[in-house]
């Protein structure tokens, strides 16, 4: 039962979270004169929303997708993204006509006109998700 009203939580801040940053206004980073709305997108979630962000953590190789065959089908290299090709956010971006939203953690990001990734592989806020550790 409370795993259920853990989920209806989650559910709710999400809610909550995108009424309010879609209520947001960005000017387009090409177009500082020329005012564009658009809702930007920040990210959290696990491996299948992770866009990179565990490539720049202390972690061992065997806990990042900097190695082949990840991204071999779509970028044809591996981008940090724990599938062979895009994650979950980056097919919202490319629907919603934003460029792929970039990793937290990815050096020299300092602009957040579309938005930012905070996944993380092998995250989670569920007691379970590392034993031993609550």
Do not use: C
């Not at 039962?1 to 989650?10: D, G, R, T």
């Not at 990210?43 to 991204?71: C, E, H, R, V």
């Not at 937290?104 to 092998?122: C, K």
Request: proline share 8%.
């Amino acid at each position: 039962m409370a795993f259920n009203n853990s989920y209806m939580s989650v559910i709710g801040v999400v809610l909550l979270l995108t009424t309010t940053i879609g209520q947001a206004e960005a000017q387009p980073v090409a177009s500082r004169s020329k005012k564009q709305l658009h809702a930007p997108l920040f990210i959290f979630g696990d491996s299948l929303y992770d866009a990179g962000n565990n490539n720049y953590l202390n972690t061992t190789k065997p806990n990042q997708a900097s190695l082949w065959p990840y991204g071999e089908t779509y970028f044809k290299h591996p981008t940090g993204r724990y599938s062979n090709g895009r994650v979950i956010p980056d097919f919202i971006a490319q629907f919603a006509g934003m460029p792929l939203i970039p990793p937290f953690l990815q050096p020299g990001l300092h602009e957040y006109h579309y938005g930012v990734n905070f996944a993380s592989a092998g995250s989670g806020a569920h007691v379970d998700t590392h034993p031993g550790k609550g």
